[in-house]
């Protein structure tokens, strides 16, 4: 239940910085092709999602118990993670930018991290082996850090790169809201973290 609330409060909080920060900053430059780039962004995690069984939203829609390393999951998994990175690898002309990004993502992470854990032990993995993949998944966003400065990446731009992860947090933070209701009932507690989460947002202007 609590890793519920938890979800409800990083999907608001990542709703509500497309919202109230990131969008509006892609458009005040006057890129008229960030729009295709937002969607590219929602394409993108939906076809990841078919990798990682959805685990980006708090829970995993695969049940298979294995010892072996899921190398689909963390196929899908990574990639999310290093896309959401790349970002910080450009130059911001807009400081402000950079902390309801950063909290943006490290909300979103800290599930993330707990579910899929909770994942690799149900599946018998070996506990080493699962902190060694758990350290592989942190550094994914540090490594696309460094891979937004390659010469075909850093090409597309900060305003681009920007719109791809908008339309990543759309997709994952819509889902987190509409699955993280029980029989699609009215529960007070959500609806308070909720409006916490996109207070936080707010205050961040």
Request: glycine residues 8%; charged residues 10%; contains cysteine.
């Amino acid at each position: 239940k609590k890793i519920k609330l938890l979800l409800s409060f990083s999907g608001s909080y990542l709703f509500a910085i497309c919202v109230l920060h990131l969008t509006p900053e892609i458009f005040a430059q006057g890129n008229t092709s960030a729009g295709m780039f937002i969607l590219l962004g929602f394409f993108l995690q939906l076809l990841l999602e078919f990798l990682s069984g959805g685990i980006e939203h708090g829970h995993i829609h695969t049940h298979k118990s294995t010892s072996k390393i899921p190398v689909a999951v963390m196929l899908g998994l990574c990639l999310h993670a290093m896309v959401e990175g790349m970002p910080f690898g450009q130059h911001f002309e807009n400081e402000s930018l950079l902390k309801p990004l950063l909290t943006g993502i490290v909300l979103h992470k800290a599930p993330i991290a707990f579910v899929f854990m909770s994942f690799l032990i149900q599946g018998e993995l070996k506990v080493f082996r699962s902190i060694g993949l758990l350290l592989l998944f942190a550094l994914m966003s540090p490594l696309g850090i460094l891979m937004a400065n390659l010469p075909y990446i850093n090409s597309i731009g900060l305003d681009n790169l920007l719109a791809i992860v908008v339309g990543i947090f759309l997709h994952v933070s819509t889902t987190i809201l509409f699955e993280s209701s029980d029989n699609h009932r009215f529960n007070l507690y959500k609806f308070i973290i909720i409006i916490f989460g996109a207070a936080l947002a707010f205050l961040n202007f």
